[in-house]
């Protein structure tokens, strides 16, 4: 791509990153309930979702999402759903015997992560809006292009967001001895997820 085209692209995918979103908060969430590692792998399993969604835009099959009103709540519906059931995952392992309860995997986490981004179409609707501004079709194959580009924000995303799971998990490893604490992690986990399914409720397509 156009070298001083990418120049400008750098910075704008770093701002992006650095915004705070669902996924960040995602992110926060595990590494409170589970740990650095889960929440590292929680991280990568948004960036690899991430790349799905880069994928399907430069393939042309966003352009469904964004003209389908029933795709795009289809879509939105089942994210819900899924971040409802996590929640209630999280709200019974904060009402459990701490004792009994194993952190998250990290390929659970890993696997949580993917889907809860995969399942946000707002995420390709704004791949959309956002990467077409920096693709030159003249300067070669759009989608090589298109999955360049993600492939740099899904990287910068992946950086920030395993940091800021690293900070809550290394602050969960701190308290970790305190049983009240450790339900209070449950509880509010629970809270970060249904806040996110609740927005995700609300949202509109544009």
Request: aromatic share 12%; glycine share 14%.
């Amino acid at each position: 791509m156009d070298f001083y085209l990418f120049l400008a692209f750098i910075p704008a995918a770093l701002a992006l990153n650095l915004t705070p979103g669902a996924d960040m908060m995602f992110c926060l969430g595990q590494g409170l309930r589970s740990g650095t590692r889960a929440a590292v792998a929680a991280s990568a399993g948004i960036s690899m979702g991430s790349m799905v969604h880069v994928t399907l835009a430069g393939l042309g099959l966003g352009a469904l999402v964004a003209t389908l009103p029933w795709v795009f709540d289809l879509i939105r519906w089942v994210g819900v759903a899924y971040l409802l059931w996590l929640a209630v995952g999280a709200l019974r392992g904060g009402a459990a015997d701490q004792s009994k309860v194993k952190p998250l995997s990290a390929g659970k986490a890993f696997r949580q992560g993917f889907f809860v981004n995969l399942s946000n179409p707002k995420v390709i609707l704004f791949v959309l809006a956002f990467v077409p501004q920096f693709v030159d079709p003249t300067q070669g194959h759009v989608l090589l292009q298109f999955i360049s580009l993600g492939a740099i924000i899904a990287f910068g995303g992946f950086i920030v967001n395993a940091l800021v799971g690293a900070f809550s998990g290394g602050m969960g490893r701190v308290l970790t001895g305190s049983p009240k604490f450790q339900r209070g992690i449950g509880y509010v986990t629970a809270a970060i997820f249904a806040g996110l399914a609740a927005r995700l409720a609300i949202m509109e397509k544009a």
